[in-house]
């Protein structure tokens, strides 16, 4: 059973890419590498023994798209392919609109040519925008703060309703809350261009002596201990909640939506001291001013997941520190230009 992975040699997709092949699916990668590297395929083959097929190409390049559903049988599509900084998006609306909408679109486009309709999508919590309540149960009321958001939010809705009037389509949204930590031998993991935008990369990078310190974005919000409060999911977790999504949703066609995450708040200062624990090291930080567009509070209610997909995630904050450290001590410059085979 072959599965077209769009975004594959990125962060979640190569961890995913990982989770299938353990399951007996073999995943065929499409990535543009504009946030990834080559050397990820490498690894892939290292640590799973299976080499995935790759195609190195754009989702918004539809002749290639209709020959890789002439080339390879593929069953369904697991689509992780977008750009996703947040603050990027503000500064770049076209570029976030044109490449993860017209993208998606352009995907759906050629998936209806070859008849092929089973679909999971990468969303996110930011479709919840600024919570009132958490945690955040799947109907939650959605908004959102960033063009970022927006293109997650209204590929949501294009997917609904175009499930809706061809059921035909078996659609999946994956709603990840904070995904962090790495494959557990320390030979996959996060590896940002440039200056970390997100908390667990910028940690670890302080710790190797990337970078001096580390800036807590407030100290004065509502929360436990003032700083922000989050939902960090370990990657592998994530990894295997897209193989359960995969078995139990691909068969049947409807609209199916999970949210992906552990259930627990952890707040900044908390994530410090946590990986203080996992790698024997303080981080330097300092409390700086807020950054624009962040929530207080967003945690999951995952139960839904649990109860429909049988899946949980099982890995604690140790777990998701200890990894995180052993990949980024393994890979202090991330993924370095390899050979390939
Ligand atoms: P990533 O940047 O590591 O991976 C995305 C991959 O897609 C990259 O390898 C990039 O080269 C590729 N890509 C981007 N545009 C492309 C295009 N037009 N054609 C082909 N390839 C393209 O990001 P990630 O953290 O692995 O995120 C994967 C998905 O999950 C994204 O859709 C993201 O929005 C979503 N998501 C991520 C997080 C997070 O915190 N990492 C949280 C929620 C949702
Ligand atoms: C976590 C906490 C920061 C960096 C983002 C996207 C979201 C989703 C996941 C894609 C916050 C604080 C961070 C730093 C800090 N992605 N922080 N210093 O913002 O919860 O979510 O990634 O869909 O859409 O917004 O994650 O890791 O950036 O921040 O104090 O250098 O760490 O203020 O409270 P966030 P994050």
Known sequence: MKILVTGGTGYIGSHTCLALIAAGIEPVILDNLSNSKLAVLNRIEAVSGQRPLFYQGDIRDAALLDRIFQEQPIAGVIHFAALKAVGESTQKPFEYFENNIAGTLTLLGAMRRAGCFRFI???????????????LREDSPRASLSPYGRTKLM???????????????????????????AHASGQMGEDPQGIPNNLMPYITQVAIGRRDCLNIFGNDYPTKDGTCVRDYIHVMDLAEGHVKAWQVCGEQAGLHIYNLGTGQGVSVLEMVHAFARASGLEINYKIVARRPGDVAECWADPSKAQRELGWKATRTLDDMTRDSWCWQQANPNGYEEEAHV
């Open 121 to 135: 999508f990468s969303s996110s919590a930011t479709v919840y925008g600024d919570p009132k309540t958490v945690p």
């Open 155 to 181: 590929i949501e809705q294009m997917l609904e309703d175009m499930q809706q009037v061809d059921p035909r389509w078996s659609i999946t949204l994956l709603r990840y809350f904070n995904p962090i930590g």
